[in-house]
């Protein structure tokens, strides 16, 4: 099965590209002087496109979401809600207290009506994240009951990822509007595939997109705050144009992505293994089998009258 490459395929580029940001992060010079700063991001989108492809080659997945407990998934989803909203407040207070971001370098100036949008969706996305993580632990219906409020994450990752690109498309530095703006843009394509796929609005092929756009925003948004996050810790510059609770917002949004596909995967092969070669049907429907039968029957009814008249008409 394709899929399963693609973990494998994930597992390598994580073990590789992420330690290997965190040694250029903590050199003298970091990403800004070193050649491998300057190669990183394309190995990092290389990696990104190869998830893409092969998620998107898998075909026979196309069970829908069956709603069940999913703990790890709860607890990631839990964990994002908080993140986001400790970033949305810390947007807000900022904005109350006129301070601007020393990193931003903003073309078309601030934007407070845009930034304040931004921030009270992500207090309405947060509610929704810590509703679903609960329901994730209990009974995982709370998208499938009330699907419209399973777009409040994707119209908050849209209107973030559209202060960002405002305010940071101005760096000098293209690395960090690399790591900054894309993971942002692959957890839009991500949130949206998930919101798809567990409301039951995107039918079946809704888990392909939601693993297809989940894998590579895992790849890059771990790729893009973990490294980041450590040199924080460690007293370094982070490289990264995002500020810390932002960067705890993608590292937590990427566990929640990789805690989700995984939850997913097991289903997925439990459905393959009980069919018979690659077709994904489970079992016989009896409903169709019922009526099979009662065509079997009018068929021999019929049959049976045109045969009478027939004999009747030689004697």
């Known amino acids: ?24 992060l903590l050199l003298p010079e970091g990403e800004s002087g070193s050649f491998w700063g300057y190669m990183l991001p394309w190995c990092y989108l290389i990696g990104a496109v190869a998830l893409f492809l092969s998620c998107r080659l898998d075909h026979r997945a196309v069970m829908r979401f069956r709603p069940r407990p999913c703990p790890p998934a709860g607890v990631a989803a839990v964990l994002s809600g908080v993140t986001v909203l400790v970033a949305s407040l810390y947007d807000l207070v900022r904005l109350v207290r006129n301070e601007s971001d020393a990193t931003a370098v903003s073309l078309a100036g601030d934007q407070p009506l ?66 900054s703006i894309l993971p942002f843009a692959l957890a839009l394509l991500f949130l949206f595939g998930q919101s798809s796929f567990f409301s039951d609005a995107g039918g079946g092929t809704a888990r392909r997109k939601l693993y297809q756009y989940g894998a590579p925003f895992v790849l890059v948004g771990l790729g893009s705050s973990v490294p980041s996050l450590i040199c924080l810790a460690l007293g370094k510059e982070s490289g990264s144009s995002l500020p810390a609770p932002m960067l705890m917002t993608l590292l937590f949004l990427s566990l929640y992505a990789a805690a989700s ?13 009980s069919g018979r070669g690659s077709s994904p049907i489970r079992r016989a429907d009896s409903s169709l089998s019922v009526t099979l039968e009662l065509d079997r029957v009018v068929a021999d009814w019929k049959r049976m009258n045109h045969q009478e008249p027939s004999e009747g008409s030689q004697k």
């Open 114 to 179: 845009l930034s304040t949008l931004c921030a009270v969706a992500g207090l309405l996305a947060a509610v929704v994240f810590l509703a679903w993580g609960v329901s994730l632990l209990r009974t995982g219906l709370l998208f499938r009951e009330y699907p419209l409020i399973a777009l409040m994450p994707p119209i908050w990752a849209c209107l973030e990822l559209t202060v960002l690109f405002i305010t940071y498309t101005a760096q000098s530095e293209m690395t960090k509007n690399f790591y």
């Open 1 to 24: 099965m394709i899929r399963k490459g693609m973990w494998r395929m994930l597992a390598v580029f994580l073990l590789v590209l992420i330690p290997a940001r965190t040694v250029i």
């Open 261 to 273: 596909m995984a939850a997913l995967r097991r289903d997925t092969n439990l459905l393959l293994r």
